[in-house]
């Protein structure tokens, strides 16, 4: 049989797959925590429509809380890799992006006015999905975007109180990070 494939193939230089990213981000935060508090990465199914997305959600474990899980945010992407889309909580998103603040309202009150006539009629919901969505063009783009969930107001919160719950026993007992002060 006669091969048909070109003799180069492989990964492109010079571009990791997000997925790469988040796992290698996932295991930086076990390391400043000493385990405590550490990040998962999951991969979702794809959601077939004109095509296959690849779909990973991002997760803060605590191991030592029956590995409670808070979903930090979700990435969606197609075989090109970028732009991929990232679904984040309303609070960081508005915090990471200001100007964002009147377009959140506006979906809160949207969002609100569902509820109050019991019907989605009055909705375009792709469109509060689309608002809720951050998107990043390349790579760089996509790393700036998760420094700054990272570093946001609400993720540096959740981190902390599930250190604060590890860190004191129910009975008042220091454990974890401050085991050594005993």
């Not at 540096?156 to 599930?162: M, S, T, Y």
């Amino acid at each position: 049989m006669r091969d048909l494939w070109p003799e180069e193939i492989g990964p492109i230089p010079d571009l990791k797959a997000p997925v790469t990213i988040l796992r290698e981000q996932a295991s930086l935060l076990g390391k400043k925590t000493n385990n405590l508090v550490e990040a998962e990465v999951v991969q979702l199914e794809p959601k077939i429509s004109e095509k296959i997305e690849f779909n990973y959600v991002f997760l803060i474990v605590a191991p030592a809380l029956d590995n409670y899980r808070y979903k930090l945010f979700t990435i969606s992407y197609g075989i090109n890799l970028y732009p991929l889309a990232i679904d984040v909580d309303r609070d960081i998103r508005a915090e990471i992006l200001p100007d964002a603040r009147e377009r959140e309202d506006q979906i809160r009150k949207r969002e609100s006015l569902v509820a109050q006539l019991g019907t989605e009629s009055a909705i375009d919901w792709e469109e509060i999905v689309d608002r809720r969505r951050l998107v990043a063009e390349s790579e760089d783009e996509f790393v700036e975007i998760l420094k700054k969930i990272f570093s946001a107001k609400k993720t540096k919160r959740v981190i902390g109180a599930l250190l604060s719950m590890i860190s004191y026993g129910q009975e008042g007992q220091i454990t974890g990070l401050n085991s050594n002060n005993q």
